[in-house]
């Protein structure tokens, strides 16, 4: 093979930094010794413009109706126009008839929705923007929508799930094609992770918070953040801020989408994963700060949630600065990161942990 071709679709609002992302990975890879070196193509219906969501238009470098012969990679992305596009009888027809000519085929964000259009996630576990999920399972029931990973692989079909998941669908590949060794090269040049799992989260509790008008729950979040190996059980929490255990499951349910309990489990374990990637320190350790019983406790935990080992995490995240210790380690400024910051402060309480 001379050249892996790939074929970039887009359409009127698509997100532009979904092209972006998936061009620039594998020009990094070609620049990296790629052999077979990628040739990336953005292709459009009758080879116009596109008028990105942000204002900017990029020219198509050729036409979708005119794509002849096999190629290796098709790549459908998302924006604003997802819907608009999937509603274009002609572009989805064209994707569906690309597709079977692919080795394989991938959406970025809501580009699932012209998957979907096409046919081509039925009877697929599928993940597309988690705000588009409900939408894009309730519009193509036959697909199994999980608004969780990062992105998801079913046979030669992958979705990913928010803009900048296109990175790390892109980098799959190229490890893949080329290793584990190219993989990272090109991670370090775009200066990125060097690859996230594609069953971690979409939304990570870093970015979660509850409604900025409920005081009560707002505060709650955050003392949880500072006391991940405390009693955190829905009794305790009730108690803490006085109200009944079935008024607190409501408020959580309400503006956080979630019991307290699955709550408390996931901010634990996303301060362990911090931990893993920042410090040193040994499992058993960061076990025990983040509230869970043993190291074992924490390894079930982990691979339920994210399908990988904390030791296969920890190798897989940390990039190529070494971790630090974990009176070190600085975490992003909110809630659930405050958590991680404080339970760095080597304390060794093992109250009630889950």
């Not at 597709?99 to 998957?115: H, I």
């Not at 993989?183 to 996230?196: C, D, E, K, P």
Request: proline share 5%; glycine share 8%.
């Amino acid at each position: 093979m001379d050249e892996r071709e790939v074929v970039v679709v887009g359409y009127p609002r698509a997100e532009l930094l979904d092209i972006a992302c998936v061009t620039t990975t594998f020009d990094y890879a070609n620049r990296g010794g790629a052999t077979p070196a990628y040739r990336t193509r953005v292709v459009s219906r009758g080879g116009r413009p596109i008028a990105s969501q942000s204002g900017l238009t990029l020219a198509a470098q050729d036409t979708l109706e005119r794509l002849r012969g096999r190629y290796d990679t098709l790549f459908v992305v998302g924006g604003d126009g997802h819907t608009e596009a999937a509603a274009d009888d002609v572009l989805v027809a064209h994707v569906r008839r690309l597709a079977g000519r692919c080795r394989r085929v991938a959406s970025v964000c809501t580009g699932a929705t012209v998957l979907a259009a096409a046919g081509l996630l039925d009877h697929r576990r599928a993940t597309t923007h988690w705000m588009f999920a409900d939408a894009l399972a309730a519009q193509y029931p036959a697909v199994h929508v999980d608004p969780a990973p990062l992105y998801v692989r079913d046979g030669g079909v992958t979705t990913g799930g928010g803009v900048s998941s296109a990175l790390d669908v892109a980098l799959a590949f190229v490890e893949e094609d080329h290793g584990a060794r190219m993989a990272r090269g090109v991670a370090r040049g775009l200066v990125t992770y060097l690859q996230r799992p594609g069953n971690q989260a979409q939304m990570s509790m870093f970015v979660a918070a509850p409604a900025p008008d409920d005081r009560l729950l707002r505060d709650l979040v955050a003392d949880i953040g500072r006391r991940l190996d405390a009693d955190l059980g829905v009794a305790a929490l009730a108690a803490r801020t006085g109200v009944s255990e079935r008024q607190l499951t409501r408020l959580f349910v309400r503006h956080l989408g979630q019991t307290p309990a699955r709550y408390v489990r996931t901010a634990r374990l996303e301060a362990a994963a911090h931990l893993l990637v920042t410090t040193t320190l040994p499992v058993a350790r960061i076990a025990a700060r983040c509230g869970f019983r043993s190291a074992e406790a924490l390894r079930q935990a982990f691979a339920d949630r994210y399908g990988v080992s904390p030791s296969r995490y920890r190798a897989t995240q940390t990039t190529t600065g070494q971790p630090t210790a974990a009176s070190t380690s600085t975490p992003p400024p909110s809630s659930t990161s405050r958590a991680t910051q404080n339970s760095a402060s080597d304390r060794d309480t093992t109250a009630s942990r889950t």
